[in-house]
Structure formats: structure tokens, C-alpha cells
């Protein structure tokens, strides 16, 4: 473990790599189906967060309440936990040219949110500009993570799209050797421009974040320069789409000051989730995408969770 904590922090995409050795360099290229553990059966695992109309969140919803639809076709559960299960969490940091100027306040923000983590948490960092490099693997110890986030240092361009697509990489190895150690997936990225030097294309990375059992977070922070707000906008419908497609959130600063509140959000919904699964009534084995819609049977209130997954294949 500690061998491979180690090259996992040394692990740089440089420019020069094309979208197939990157692919090569995360250490798998086959897609696997949407499953994140098999006990005998295929079982379609859901984070859900429930919110009322002032966005609040709702932690009471009982499994009864709770109503799973696969294509249109109603699922049911045989897997329902309101409790607060571990996370495998992976914190990539723009540390891009642009960033310069409010990289300590952004540092401070990040380790906020490291210090809410609980001890069966694990997380990584994970810094970006031209290239990515892991700054420090997965890990349950606040003080190494600091340390990690202190590292981080601005310059050179946006790799957005690398960031994301090693980060689902890393993610997808912590696998889970039995029931207790399934853990809750989730990527935190805070970027404050358009993607400007990535070898991995936006639909590559979202192809792979949908194929995923991991929910995007991301933090857009509004640049200075009123030259980069165009530039921005496109930024803006990336993230938009994979806290979507993934059953995570979008959120945009203004201020760098900002970031501390949504840090804060973002760890307050992750610690009011619910975890439910199924075994999907679809005996089909053709690997096409399902989609998914959770509904919640009480007034006023509004469930989300990511927008579907890939079904298996035939071997």
C-alpha cells in the first residue's frame, strides 16, 4: 500500500502523451459495467440526496418512500441505508496561471473541507494546471492532507479534463473486498476557466464519469479578467454536465471568499445521503445505457441522484 501511495504521488500526465497512452498510464483501458459490488447478483447501486423546497436536506424518508424507475420501469429495493456510510473522495485543485493571485485563499477553503472528514474517510489531492499530479494518495489522515493542499502552487494552463478522467481512474481501484467496506464515491474539483490543455476530449471524460459509480462536485470560480469570462462560460456547461449526469452538483463563486460556504455545502450533502440498490428487472445483457429516475413519495420534496448507468455485457 505504501509502495503504491507513493508512485501515486509521483504520477504526472505530461503534454506530450496522446489521449490512448493516457489512458495507458491510468492503468486500464476496458470500461467496466456500472456495478460497485457483486454478492451473487448484478446490483445497480444509487446515492441519493433528498431536499425540500428551500433545498434543505431530508434525512427522515423511509424506504417505503422511495420509489426507483429504470426506462420507465418501476425497480425494487433490496438494499436501503440512511446511515452515513465511509467515502472515497478525490480533491483536484486548479492551480492554473489564473489562480495565482488567490491560490492561499483557495488552499484554505480545501482544507476546511479536509478537516470535515471523518476517520473512515479516505481522500486524495490531486493538482492541475498543464499537467496532473497526484500530490498525495488516498488517505484517512487530516494532516497529511493539509500538508498535500499547502504544496500546490499556481502556473502554466488548464487540464481540466485529465484531472477529472485520472481522478475516476484512481477511484475506480478502491475496490470494496466485502459489504463492509463499500465505500461512497465522489470527486470535489474547483477550476476557474475552460479546459486549454487536456489530451482527453470533454465526451471522453463524461462517457467515463457516467460509466462510474462516482459524483461529481464542482466548484466554478468566476475569474477576474473580464477577457476570460468567455472562456469561462464554456467551462460552466462542463461542470454543469458532469455533477448532472453524475448525480453530484454545480456550483459557480463570484468571490474567492465564497469558497469556504460552498466547501461547507457540499460536505453537508454528502453526510445526508442515502444509499439504496437494486437488481435490475432488465435481463438484457447489451450494455446500453438506462436511464434512472428516483421519485419520493411526500410533498414538496425532490430526490436526485445521477441520471443512469450502463448495463452489463455478455463475456
Known sequence: MRAFLQAAATVIIAASLSASRLAEASGDTQEKPNQV???GVEIVSLNVTVTDAQGRYVT???????????????????????????IALSLLIDSSASMEQRMENAQD?????????????LAQVVDFDSRVEIKLGFTNKVEELEAAIHTTSAGGSTALHNAVYIALKEL???????????????????????????????????????????????????????SALKGFREAEFVLRQLAQETGGRAF????????????????????SQYSVGYASKNAKRDGAFRRIVVQVQRPNVTARTKRGYYGPVSH
Not at 477553503?109 to 474517510?121: E, M, S, T, V, Y
Not at 459524483?215 to 475569474?223: C, D, F, R, V
Not at 459557480?252 to 453526510?271: N, T
Open 37 to 39: 459490488f457483486r454478492a
Open 60 to 86: 427522515d424518508i423511509g424506504q417505503d418512500e422511495f420509489s426507483v424507475f429504470e426506462d420507465g420501469a418501476r425497480q425494487e429495493l433490496t438494499y436501503f441505508n440512511r446511515a452515513n456510510l465511509p
Open 109 to 121: 477553503a480545501a482544507i476546511g473541507f479536509a478537516r470535515k472528514l471523518r476517520p473512515q474517510d
Open 172 to 226: 475506480a481501484k478502491v475496490k470494496a473486498k466485502d459489504p463492509d467496506e463499500i465505500r461512497r464515491q465522489a470527486i470535489v474539483v474547483l477550476s476557474d476557466g475552460e479546459d486549454t490543455s487536456s489530451l482527453v476530449s470533454f465526451e471522453e471524460v463524461l462517457e467515463l464519469a457516467k460509466r462510474s459509480e462516482t459524483a461529481i462536485y464542482t466548484i466554478g470560480l468566476q475569474p477576474r479578467e473580464t
Open 252 to 271: 459557480f463563486a463570484r468571490q474567492i471568499e465564497e469558497l469556504s460556504q460552498v466547501y461547507g455545502q457540499i460536505a453537508d450533502e454528502l453526510s
